[in-house]
């Protein structure tokens, strides 16, 4: 299986601050990478596949990078609502594997 | 408008069985691949398995196999994940999942998620 590392476990942002998630796999599972964002008592949500395409309904302040091994979630102007747990998925190898996510928080 | 619609919160004695179901809506069930995710409290998401309600070609995580069930009903659109005997380490909320097929790049492969049901909290308790 391979295993999907995430950093840093948490970030202290402020609102309208940029930040910048990390996401490396232990093998290339080239651009079959996604992003998702998850709310307490809320589903999790897709924001990007293919390492790099927003899903519907996604702002452009929101973009993701990276291919093989090494991926970035990049999310600028941060809003209130942006303040969630996210997680990366790879979807090369079955069975897909997540990250084990990473917290932004408020400062 | 695509809707997975998941059963209620159940609370179980170890050793009982449990059947939770995934009742979708808004597209034609029989073409995408359904998939289960569970998030232990306090942990990241793992995979269960997934199925193919048009041929009922299932898969599972090699960690699941033989431990879960997953099958699907056409008739009623609905996707469902089973136990034989519960464990105390069930414990957790079990997503159900759309698979959708990433063509993004030209080539169609892979599948990312692009609906996830609300979620069933299964709480496994003597």
């Known amino acids: 299986e391979v295993l999907m590392t995430q950093s840093p476990a948490t970030l202290s942002v402020s609102p309208g601050e940029s930040v910048t998630l990390s996401c490396r796999a232990s093998?290339?599972?080239?651009?079959?990478l996604a992003w998702y964002q998850h709310k307490p008592g809320q589903a999790p949500r897709l924001l990007i596949y293919g390492a790099s395409t927003r899903a519907t309904g996604v702002p452009a302040r929101v973009s993701g990078s990276g291919s093989g091994t090494e991926f970035t979630l990049t999310i600028t102007s941060l809003q209130s609502e942006d303040f969630a747990l996210y997680y990366c998925?790879?979807?090369?190898?079955?069975?897909?594997?997540f990250g084990q996510g990473t917290k932004l928080e408020i400062k | 408008e695509v809707q997975l619609v998941q059963s209620g919160a159940e609370v179980k004695k170890p050793g009982e069985s449990l059947k939770i179901s995934c009742q979708v809506s808004g597209y034609i069930f029989t073409k995408y691949w359904i998939g289960w995710v569970r998030q232990l409290p306090g942990k990241g998401l793992e995979w269960l398995g997934i199925i193919y309600p048009g041929d009922s070609d299932t898969r599972y995580s090699p960690t699941f196999q033989g431990q879960v069930t997953i099958s699907g009903d056409e008739s009623i659109s609905t996707a469902y994940l089973q136990w034989g005997s519960l464990k105390a380490s069930d414990t957790g909320m079990y997503y159900c999942?759309?698979?959708?097929?990433?063509?993004?790049?030209?080539?169609?492969?892979?599948?990312?998620?692009?609906?996830w049901g609300q979620g069933t909290l299964v709480t496994v308790s003597s």
């Open positions: 999942v759309r698979r959708e097929l990433d063509c993004s790049s030209g080539l169609c492969y892979g599948y990312y998620l692009d609906y």
């Open positions: 093998q290339s599972v080239s651009s079959y």
């Open positions: 998925q790879q979807y090369n190898n079955w069975p897909d594997s």
